[in-house]
C-alpha cells in the first residue's frame, strides 16, 4: 500500500460576506471552540463536552458546552457557525433543532450542523470522497463517495462492537491479566502492569463498575498493552496486530460499501489509537492492501474544526447528505 501520498491541501477562501467563521467539535470528553477570520485559525479553546446528543440530556448538554466554549473563545460576532456532534448520527431529526439554537444564539442564518465523525472526515480528506476511520476509545468508519452515497461501519459502542478500539485492547489485556491473577495461564505482564495501574485486582470490577465512565476506564489499558508490545510481549503484541487487522476490515468495508467501483480510494485515519505506530498500522496497512487494493492511505489533510470550516463555507461538499444547514432568517 502506498504510503508516499502526500496530504490533500486544505482550501483556506470564504465566501464574500463570510469572514468571521465559527466552529465547534463537540465531544463526549472535550468541546472544542475553532475561530477562523480570513480562512485562518486565530484561536481554539477547548472545555469540558457533553453526554452524545442520543444520550438522556443530550440536546441540553451539547448546547451548554458549546455555550461554554464559544464564550471562552471569546470570538465577537461571526458570519457562520459550523458544529460536529458526537452522537447526531444517531438522531439527525434533531439537527434542525440544534442549527436553530445556533442560529439564534450567534445571530447568523448560516449554520451547518453533523455529526462529529462527518467533521472529521471533511477535515482529514480536506472535503474531498475516500474512507476516514477513527479509533480512539472506540472505533468507526465513514466512508463518502463522489456521488454522496455514504456508509458508517461499526461506531455501535463498546457493548456491541467498536472492534479493534482501544477499549477492545484494552478488555483483552485485562481479561489476560485476570486469568494470570487467576492462575488459569493468561499474561504475567498484563498481571502486573493492571496492579501497578488499578491497585488490588480482586476490587477491578468495584473500581470498573463504580466509574462514572467505564468504557474509558478500560480502554486506559491499552496503553500498558502497546508498552508490553514494545518490550516484546509475545501475547501483548498478538492483540495490537489483530486490532490493526480488525481496523481494516472496518474501514475497507465502509468502502466497499460506498463505493465498490471505485478505482482509487482514499483512506486516512485519525484517533489516539494509532499513537501505537508500527505495531498497529503495519498489520493494518498489510490486511488493507490484501482487503482492497484499490486503496491508498493519505495523511491528515486537516481536522474536525478545518472540517467544520468547510461545512460552514461551502455546500458543495462530498459530505453534503450528512449535512443539516438552517437556512432562514437572521435571529
Not at 457562520?80 to 442549527?99: F, N, W
Not at 477491578?204 to 474509558?216: D, T
Not at 487487522?245 to 486516512?268: K, N, W, Y
Not at 470550516?309 to 459530505?319: G, N, S, Y
Request: hydrophobic residues 45%.
Amino acid at each position: 500500500m502506498d504510503r508516499t501520498r502526500p496530504p490533500r491541501r486544505l482550501p483556506r477562501r470564504s465566501p464574500d460576506g463570510v469572514s468571521r467563521v465559527l466552529v465547534f467539535d463537540v465531544g463526549k470528553s472535550g468541546c472544542r471552540a475553532a475561530l477562523f477570520i480570513g480562512g485562518r485559525r486565530v484561536n481554539e479553546v477547548e472545555t469540558a463536552g457533553a453526554r452524545g446528543l442520543a444520550d438522556p440530556g443530550g440536546f441540553e448538554s451539547a448546547l451548554a458546552a458549546m455555550r461554554s466554549a464559544a464564550d471562552a473563545v471569546d470570538g465577537g460576532p461571526v458570519d457562520a457557525v459550523a458544529a460536529g456532534v458526537a452522537g447526531y448520527a444517531r438522531v439527525v431529526e434533531a439537527g434542525r433543532k440544534l442549527a436553530d439554537a445556533l442560529a439564534e444564539r450567534h445571530h447568523t442564518c448560516r449554520v451547518a450542523v453533523a455529526s462529529d465523525m462527518t467533521t472529521s472526515h471533511a477535515g482529514s480528506l480536506a472535503g474531498h470522497p475516500g474512507v476516514v476511520l477513527a479509533a480512539g476509545t472506540g472505533s468507526v468508519a465513514l466512508a463518502v463517495a463522489e456521488n454522496g452515497a455514504t456508509a458508517f461501519v461499526d461506531g455501535w459502542g463498546y457493548l456491541l462492537g467498536d472492534d479493534g478500539s482501544g477499549f477492545s485492547i484494552g478488555r483483552r489485556g485485562l481479561q489476560s491479566a485476570l486469568r494470570a491473577h487467576d492462575g488459569r495461564a493468561g499474561s504475567e505482564v498484563l498481571r502486573v502492569l493492571a496492579e501497578r495501574r488499578y491497585g488490588d485486582l480482586d476490587r477491578l470490577p468495584e473500581l470498573v463498575h463504580g466509574s462514572s465512565n467505564p468504557p474509558f476506564m478500560i480502554a486506559a489499558f491499552a496503553r500498558d498493552v502497546v508498552a508490553a508490545a514494545k518490550d516484546g510481549d509475545e501475547w501483548s503484541s498478538k492483540v495490537c496486530a489483530e486490532s490493526g487487522a480488525e481496523l481494516a476490515r472496518t474501514a475497507a468495508a465502509a468502502a466497499m460499501r460506498a463505493m465498490p467501483d471505485a478505482q482509487e480510494v482514499e483512506i486516512s485515519t485519525t484517533g489516539g489509537l494509532f499513537d501505537a505506530g508500527e505495531l498497529l498500522t503495519g498489520p493494518f496497512a498489510a490486511e488493507m492492501a490484501r482487503l482492497l487494493p484499490s486503496g491508498r492511505v493519505v495523511p491528515r489533510a486537516g481536522d474536525a474544526c478545518d472540517g467544520g470550516f468547510l461545512m460552514a463555507t461551502r455546500d458543495d461538499l462530498p459530505q453534503e447528505p450528512l449535512i443539516r444547514r438552517y437556512e432562514g432568517a437572521s435571529a
